[in-house]
């Protein structure tokens, strides 16, 4: 599932919200102040890799890195 970062242009607030792809997301309010007025940052799927992230590796260190080029 999108994990989808946010910024409210009123107040300045980021904050993270998952969703699935398909989802409305027409309701989608800050959490701070209420504002319909945000922008969306997309930032990762899952995609099922349970050893960690590539930040904490190296392309020596799993097959998820060194199978795709990070």
């Known amino acids: 599932m999108p994990d989808y970062d946010f910024y409210c242009e009123d107040c300045g607030h980021h904050f993270e919200k998952f969703f699935p792809i398909d989802s409305d997301r027409s309701d989608l ?4 102040c209420s ?20 930040t904490d590796c ?6 998820w890195c060194a199978g795709n080029g990070s």
């Open 58 to 63: 190296t392309s020596d260190s799993c097959d």
């Open 35 to 54: 504002s319909k007025k945000i922008q969306r940052n997309f930032v990762s799927i899952s995609m099922g890799n349970t050893k960690g992230s590539c």
């Open 29 to 32: 309010k800050c959490p701070e």
